[in-house]
């Protein structure tokens, strides 16, 4: 079983820089599909960014392209967001998730298995 456990979150203003960070527990994130979704209240869980491991492939939401930056750290086991340039509309409870399969497919929320806490990003104008 796959355990993982965001933070970084907070409050920033606009324009300002913000790194998340998911330990993964419970497996390694070798040849895996990791990925960021937020949700912002009253609105669906939306995928941000997402990694296939193995290759460092990677795909974004347009809202998101050049300004969040998704990454990973093998020797900790640990997947990052970057997120710079951040706007008001970024607010939303930012959330880690692994998926089961050894490859990613769509940036959607069906396609993932594992699911972090949340950590709460803010971003104030």
């Known amino acids: 079983q796959v355990q993982l456990l965001e933070s970084g979150g907070g409050a920033v203003q606009s324009g300002g820089s913000l790194g998340l960070s998911c330990i993964v527990s419970?497996?390694?994130?070798?040849?895996?599909?990791m990925a960021w979704f937020r949700q912002a209240p009253g609105k669906e869980r939306e995928g941000v960014a997402q990694l296939y491991t193995s290759t460092g492939r990677t795909d974004y939401a347009d809202s998101v392209l050049g300004r969040f930056t998704i990454s990973q750290d093998n020797i900790k086991n640990t997947v990052y967001l970057q997120m710079s340039n951040l706007r008001p509309d970024d607010t939303a409870i930012y959330y880690c998730?692994?998926?089961?399969?050894?490859?990613?497919?769509?940036?959607?929320?069906?396609?993932?298995?594992?699911w972090g806490q949340g950590t709460q990003v803010t971003v104030s104008s």
């Open positions: 998730a692994a998926r089961s399969r050894s490859y990613c497919g769509s940036l959607s929320v069906a396609d993932f298995d594992s």
């Open positions: 419970g497996n390694s994130i070798s040849r895996r599909c």
